[in-house]
């Protein structure tokens, strides 16, 4: 039910192939790999990425890596860990946010090529962006090396102005990798030094480019790379909202979608959020219908008064909100009937407290969910 398209104005994006309602999951996507950052290496898991301080296991050859079950422990030293386990913390020190996933993605990606170091390089040199698709992969038949192959062909777009710090983080990088006696007996030749210090300023841009952040305020906490998420394009005027939490993203309609519409979500900005986030305070310059229309408040007359039935729904969905008997599923119940009978009156300044408030009830639910689920798979272990 849902594709990828080009948009002349954003690039790729993900369109609706068939009509959604409010409250559809679309996307549910767990990180393939993650970091933590220093600071909070001890409270959450270095695979997935969970929170679980009270119980986690330090990896028994360093002290930079803790892991929430001996699963996430034996997965990411077969996987990345052994590769960096000796030498982890200094990679720390040079790291910023989340620019140490350039690193264990490259580590990821040899280990898809059976550890086969010029194997992978004849395959980087060759597809480094080329363009690909995320959505031709076969789920029902899972190759995780098709989907490495993936982030290694994407074409990146990103801004000049910080390709200086991917250069310098790749330098780096490479640097203190080839100061490690394990990493220069695998690194030998000026040609897979040339293809190391490639591949990481390559994987510098693709982590930033894929990767979500879960933040503590101010702080990154964890950040993690996934295949989907970032196909999902900013609109101050968005139909779904998105959430990484608990080492997964989850995408949710907050609106009603039609066939052969884009699906957008909002990186702060949004219409209906007063005193938000600026569409001028981002990193690009957006063009979706609301800043290309003007000013917000001119944009928002654009839409249509509600039916005197209308005003009366809202009221009863506001008592709805308001009786603490009730339980959260059906107050998010009441919100998307209110939002899916009357989204037709969007831009409507009644409707945009509704609007707001499912917003946030969905983003309360879905964390709440993901706080029980770990409860539940911590009691299923020990049990």
């Known amino acids: 039910g849902i594709g990828m398209k080009q948009y002349s104005a954003s690039g790729r994006g993900l369109v609706a192939e068939r009509n959604f309602k409010a409250g559809d999951v679309i996307l549910n996507e767990k990180a393939i790999i993650s970091v933590v950052a220093v600071a909070f290496k001890y409270l959450y898991c270095s695979r997935c990425g969970i929170p679980n301080q009270h119980s986690l296991i330090p990896c028994p050859n360093c002290v930079h890596c803790m892991y929430c079950s001996e699963q996430c422990l034996a997965e990411d030293s077969r ?6 386990c000796s030498f ?3 990679m720390a020190n040079i790291a910023y946010d989340g620019s140490n996933l350039a690193t264990k993605l490259f580590f990821y990606g040899l280990t898809l090529f059976n550890n086969d ?3 992978m390089m004849k395959y980087c040199e060759k597809n480094s962006m080329i363009g690909a698709d995320p959505f031709k992969l076969d789920h029902r038949n899972y190759d995780p090396l098709e989907e490495f192959k993936i982030f290694h062909e994407t074409k990146l777009h990103l801004s000049p102005y910080i390709e200086v710090s991917f250069r310098l983080c790749a330098a780096a990088t490479s640097y203190v990798l080839l100061k490690q006696p394990s990493i220069k007996a695998l690194v030998t030749t000026k040609a897979q030094k040339r293809s190391l210090l490639n591949c990481l300023y390559l994987y510098q841009r693709v982590a930033m480019y894929f990767a979500w952040e879960r933040k503590s305020p101010p702080d990154c906490t964890v950040t993690g790379l996934l295949s989907y998420g970032k196909l999902v394009n900013h609109s101050c005027n968005p139909n779904a909202m998105i959430l990484y939490d608990y080492g997964q993203i989850k995408c949710i309609l907050i609106r009603p979608v039609r066939k052969g519409q884009q699906i957008t979500i909002s990186l702060g900005p949004a219409w209906f959020v007063i005193g938000n986030q600026q569409a001028s ?15 917000v408040g001119e944009w928002i007359k654009t839409g249509k008064a509600l039916p005197a039935k209308a005003l009366k729904d809202l009221e009863l969905c506001t008592e709805v909100m308001l009786n603490e008997k009730i339980n959260d599923a059906a107050k998010l119940n009441a919100y998307q009937q209110i939002i899916q009978r009357y989204d037709q009156y969007l831009p409507n ?3 945009s407290y509704h609007l707001r408030m499912y917003y946030h009830k969905l983003t309360q639910a879905i964390m709440k969910e993901n ?3 770990n409860r539940a798979k911590v009691a299923a ?3």
């Open 381 to 383: 272990a020990v049990v």
């Open 281 to 295: 305070d981002l990193s690009f310059t957006c063009q979706c219908e609301v800043c290309l229309y003007g000013r």
């Open 349 to 351: 300044m009644d409707m």
């Open 79 to 84: 996987m990345a860990h052994r590769y960096e």
């Open 117 to 119: 170091l010029d194997q």
């Open 371 to 373: 706080i029980q689920l």
């Open 88 to 90: 982890g913390a200094q």
